[in-house]
């Protein structure tokens, strides 16, 4: 059985021996913990072995692939896993270090139920953690992490027999043949590519090359201490880096990449940084051309263009807001029929005949290239500028502790829609609604809001506001939404701020 965290401590006899686990690495859609303050290489055994008998118990066929993310300690953590999972009698199929859609694609490429990426995401060095799934195109959400949280932690994980070890070549190599197809450009495209010298930095070059694409390289080279900063293309550093490449080199736009490459973000030919969901709206634009009628899913952080933009109605679009988080989306997809799926941190869901329905930062690389292919006469930035004008936020995060940001979170929820039940104006407007799909989305009468939710990965709560009006709107309604959150003594300082 896993010890408390407190009763086993770095530097110690049973720190080489027994299992410890804190409990809230366990998140809503995957799980991560700090290495090794929160987690052990025992703790990763165990892991192993409640999600081997996780598979068992929900007659999953044992079988699985497995992959690891540019990290140091990654391989350590990722032979800790498979250990566990041997012992529960799964037979594993290594695929070695990969990104994150790399591990997803060998579901479908080696047809196997079942996968494990060892990955901290876009998290800094001294984090760690598993994305995993048993329904493709599908990852954990919160009753499978759940039942997963109980079974490692109460020491329910089974031994079994018939578990084995393959070490699988050649789905790299797979990969890029997939996403990159027949397709080649047949107009000119010079892209500053984006790594930050992550996992992604063995693959984005390759593909562009492959497709006709002239690259600019931006920290491709693989180094896992991230020298110049931590890949995540939501973080201004990183966006403000790539703005600097394209101006100095005269590139068509930048294309950068997360830790695990499931994520990608844009800049565009003036050095302009789009955020995610504004990218997410240009190329629904694009993809309801050929495939009118089409429901496209967007997260509660994203910009509300996607029910408003005369465009999308024009071509039959129906949206669909659901909470956020790379599990929730990819399951409102399935289940609905989307065509894709879009998150402001930029987890994309580009499902068939596009996709196959996971979030994959390469693929869609690869769709926004071919959709300025089929647009010859315009630039990245024509495509940005076309879209009505908000003035939106980044995505900000106040810190909260993990053990309180959900009873935080409920409290500022009631508080906000305590306001809008008594009538008091937000931003000096009128609040039309507060949509609590996902925390609370406060939206106002003339369609810009603002919203607070809890981070899922992180101890934290997010923040991110809109305004269709002006940046002096959307001022005022961070104003007010974040006067709101300082009545909880609990909530710390800001990540970033406007």
């Known amino acids: 059985m896993t010890k408390p965290l407190s009763e086993v401590t770095p530097n110690t006899w049973s720190f080489l021996r027994d299992a410890m686990i804190k409990p809230t690495g366990f998140r809503e859609y995957d799980a991560r913990w700090k290495y090794p303050e929160e987690i052990n290489l025992p703790g990763m055994t165990a892991l ?63 047809d196997v139920p079942a996968v494990a990426m060892v990955t901290a995401s876009h998290n800094p060095n001294g984090w760690t953690g598993v994305k995993m799934g048993f329904d493709r195109p599908l990852t954990h959400g919160p009753d499978e992490m759940g039942e997963l949280r109980d079974i490692v932690l109460n020491g329910e994980g089974q031994p079994a027999p018939g578990g084995s070890y393959e070490f699988v070549d050649g789905v790299k190599e797979a990969y890029l043949d997939d996403l990159a197809g027949d397709f080649k450009m047949s107009r000119p495209l010079k892209v500053v590519c984006a790594t930050g010298n992550g996992t992604a930095s063995a693959f984005a070059p390759e593909l562009f090359k ?7 390289e931006s920290h491709n080279e693989l180094d896992y201490t991230f020298p110049h900063y931590n890949p995540n293309p939501e973080a201004m550093e990183m966006l403000h880096d790539m703005s600097a490449s394209v101006k100095a080199s005269g590139a068509d736009l930048a294309l950068g990449f997360d830790g695990d490459g499931d994520r990608c973000g844009v800049v565009d030919d003036e050095g302009e940084e789009i955020f995610a969901d504004k990218v997410g709206v240009i190329m629904a634009r694009d993809l309801s051309k050929l495939y009118p009628n089409s429901t ?24 669909d807001y659901w909470k956020t988080g790379h599990s929730h989306m990819k399951r409102r997809v ?91 104006s937000f ?8 949509v609590t799909v996902n925390g609370a989305r406060v939206i106002l009468d003339n369609g810009s809001w603002g919203l607070v939710r809890a981070s899922s990965n992180t101890p934290n709560l997010v923040v991110v506001c809109e305004s269709s009006e002006s940046e002096a709107e959307m001022r005022a309604i961070f104003a007010d939404i974040d006067a709101v959150i300082r009545t909880e003594p609990l909530v710390g300082e800001y990540d970033q701020t406007i």
């Not at 800790?80 to 270090?97: E, F, R, S, T």
């Not at 899913?297 to 263009?305: F, H, N, P, Q």
């Not at 941190?345 to 959709?371: I, N």
């Not at 931003?427 to 507060?434: L, M, P, Q």
Request: charged share 25%.
């Open 296 to 319: 496209f899913v967007a997260d509660v952080k994203s910009t509300g263009l996607f029910a408003s933009d005369p465009e999308l109605q024009k071509n039959g679009v129906t949206a």
């Open 48 to 110: 192993g072995l409640g999600l081997g008998t996780q598979m068992r118990k929900r007659g999953i066929e044992p079988v699985i692939a497995v992959g690891n993310d540019y990290r140091d300690y990654s391989l350590a953590i990722k032979n800790a896993l498979i250990l566990g999972l041997m012992q529960a009698g799964i037979q594993v199929k290594d695929i070695g270090p990969a990104l994150s859609p790399m591990a997803y694609f060998a579901q479908f490429h080696l």
């Open 210 to 216: 492959r497709i006709g694409v002239e690259v600019v």
């Open 427 to 434: 931003a000096g407007r009128a609040i039309k609604e507060v």
């Open 334 to 424: 399935k289940e609905i029929g989307a065509l894709a799926g879009f998150e402001k941190s930029g987890h994309y869901f580009l499902a068939e005949p596009v996709g196959r329905g996971y979030d994959c930062g390469m693929r869609v690389a690869v769709e926004v290239c071919k959709m300025l292919d089929r647009n010859p006469d315009q630039a990245m930035s024509d495509l940005r500028k076309a879209l009505p004008k908000t003035w939106s936020t980044p995505t900000m995060s106040p810190y909260c502790a993990d053990t309180e940001k959900y009873a935080v979170l409920e409290r500022l929820v009631q508080k906000l829609a305590a306001k809008h039940e008594a009538g008091e």
